[in-house]
């Protein structure tokens, strides 16, 4: 590819007014001109980043989860298990339960760990690319490992308060 060009129309002028101006300096050393580089006006609509649509991209991940039929029933058993975690919590802090708010945090750690699936099984559908020119289809079994990590992580520090609180 030649140096400025680029795969849409009209980019190629885009990068020209981009590229910096290189001039000689008194001193006879080659610089940049400053404020090369900078756009012409606040209103150049050709300068401005790409916004980013927020709702179109949860959107895309919506129909991307509901298009396959293990990302919908992780997505539902999440949304079902966020439910009744919330419920728990709620009416053990009415009850002044302590059993029912630590199940309920216990839910929402197995949330964490559906979360974790879910992501993982958006991320595997994605084509290669440059970069990864397998495809992400290892993202489970990265997913799975942060996991068990995580499970780890957690007994160990239960283990540990028992211990402490025991001495």
């Known amino acids: ?43 150049d609509d050709e300068y401005k980043p790409p916004r980013l649509n927020l709702l179109r991209k949860v959107s895309g991940w919506f129909r991307s989860i509901l298009s396959d039929y293990t990302s919908r029933n992780l997505f539902f058993f999440l949304l079902l298990n966020l439910s009744f975690a919330f419920v728990e919590l709620l009416y053990g802090i009415w009850s002044n339960s302590l059993g029912l708010i630590s199940d309920s945090f216990h839910m929402f750690f197995d949330c964490t760990a559906l979360l974790a699936g879910l992501a993982a099984s958006v991320i595997s ?12 289809v290892r993202a489970e079994v990265l997913a799975g490992f942060v996991n068990g990590l995580f499970l780890i992580f957690t007994a160990f520090f239960i283990f540990s308060e028992g211990i402490e609180v025991g001495s």
């Open 1 to 43: 590819r030649a140096a400025g060009s680029c795969s849409e129309p009209g980019a190629g002028a885009v990068a020209e007014r981009w590229r910096p101006k290189i001039v000689e300096d008194p001193l006879g050393s080659l610089v940049a001109a400053a404020g090369s580089m900078l756009p012409l006006s606040i209103k």
């Open 125 to 136: 559908r994605w084509r290669p690319n440059d970069n990864f020119s397998y495809g992400y």
